[in-house]
């Protein structure tokens, strides 16, 4: 059970945090994969700027059970045929990482808001395109229609300080190579590392929600 004070009060301190770490208009997404609807109208309530969900099916069952309305961001690992699933639903596609993705929203959802994701640690269960891939996607996607706000990526899993700068410090300095400005960067164990930065768009889950209930490992 969500509790929308405690929420509340999370959102605070993370707006405290950024700002701490010299951030300045940064976006905050309320991550709010595995948790109900309770935890979007808490995002809302609390004023983060968008809700970040992963898999389409859970974010269809939510929205069937009345979302609130604020801005979803899909922020999952993205194929194809999970597009037309979620068209409609979705105001900022935040996973964007390869040809068939873009050609289906380009198909299903011209004018799309996209950002495409960049692959800055090498880790293999995490996607996105190597920055030399990223050129070719951007190109792609303007040519169907798409448009290219900016770069998304996940750090290091477990990263050290080290680690971490080095991954969002890449994303950092293609955001600014490609001219673009959303950076999106930073999740609940190293936003304050992303900010510091150049983040402009955290993605916080657990830090505002308390741990998942894991349905993998
Ligand atoms: C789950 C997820 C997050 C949030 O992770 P937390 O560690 O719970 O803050 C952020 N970004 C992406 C892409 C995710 O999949």
Redesign the pocket.
Known sequence: MIDANEVADRVAHVRSVISSAGGNAVSLVA?T?SFGIDALRAAMTAGCDAV?E?YAQELLEKIAEGAPSIDVHF??ALQSNKVRMLVGHIALW??VDRDSVVDELGRRAPGATILIQVDTTGEPSKGGVTPTQLDALRVRAESRGLIVKGL?T?GPTDGTQDECEKSFGMLRHLVNEQGLSVCSMG???DYPIAVACGSTMV?????LFGD?VRVTN
């Open positions: 991550v994969k970040g992963n922020i999952g935040q996973s998304m996940i999740m609940s164990a993605r916080v889950g657990s830090g998942r």
